[in-house]
């Protein structure tokens, strides 16, 4: 089936170290984002790629990294740098560029500083 | 200020019930409207989407756009338990690489 595959459901870290959250569409999407979730404050965007080894910062980047060497796929790093990691993260993707297409989510990964 | 902004509810009403779930914004550069359903620990599915001013139907779920008032509504007609979610609404403008801007949610628990 066609769609959005986040992994680890759910993660435990310590702190000072660095996590990575795999994201893998089959959709064919050219453009993929990632999105922090927490309570009371909606989805904020950390960073986004429109097309293959390129990508920008968005709102919430400072302490997150990411890579995007292939279509289908967009790591995200969360590095010891981000002082307040706990969050529920969403990958999702959009074929096209145009701002009217279609968003879809993957069902997520939660995150948690031990 | 924030850009979109969403009651938190929660917002509690019978089976069968008419819900209304509304989002006002402040950037008048908003042209797609969508809105999100979510499950407890899951992903955000769309639900409806609406590009500039107007209303759109599907099924039981109703989308209105008023831009002159920055006002987006959501009504679900003869409400089941299954609809009990979080419901997000969400916005962009073109020149923005889709970067949607989304309201903080309303929980809605329908009973029976």
């Known amino acids: 089936d066609g769609g959005i595959t986040q992994s680890p459901k759910y993660l435990f870290r310590k702190e000072g170290q660095n996590v990575t959250l795999s994201c893998e569409q089959n959709?064919?999407?050219?453009?993929m984002y990632w999105y922090r979730q927490d309570p009371g404050q909606g989805l904020r965007l950390i960073y986004y790629?429109?097309?293959?080894?390129?990508?920008q910062k968005g709102d919430i980047a400072e302490g997150y990294s990411v890579s995007r060497e292939k279509k289908e796929s967009f790591p995200l790093t969360v590095t010891s740098a981000q002082k307040n990691p706990t969050a529920f993260y969403l990958c999702?993707?959009?074929?096209?560029?145009?701002?009217?297409?279609?968003?879809?989510f993957g069902e997520g990964s939660w995150l948690t500083v031990v | 200020q924030k850009e979109v902004e969403q009651d938190p509810g929660p917002l509690s009403v019978p089976e069968g019930a008419i819900v209304s779930l509304n989002c006002t914004y402040s950037?008048?550069?908003?042209?797609?409207f969508m809105w999100y359903r979510q499950y407890s620990r899951k992903g955000p599915e769309l639900l409806m989407y609406?590009?500039?001013?107007g209303n759109k139907e599907d099924g039981r779920f109703t989308a209105q756009v008023d831009k002159s008032s920055k006002y987006i509504s959501l009504f679900i007609r003869d409400s089941q338990p299954s609809d009990s979610a979080t419901y997000l609404c969400?916005?962009?403008?073109?020149?923005?690489?889709?970067?949607?801007?989304f309201g903080t949610g309303t929980r809605l628990q329908v009973t029976l």
């Open positions: 999702a993707s959009k074929t096209g560029s145009k701002a009217g297409n279609t968003i879809y």
């Open positions: 959709l064919n999407h050219d453009a």
């Open positions: 790629s429109q097309i293959v080894n390129d990508f």
């Open positions: 950037n008048s550069a908003f042209q797609y």
């Open positions: 609406t590009y500039s001013s």
């Open positions: 969400a916005m962009t403008r073109t020149g923005t690489a889709s970067k949607l801007t």
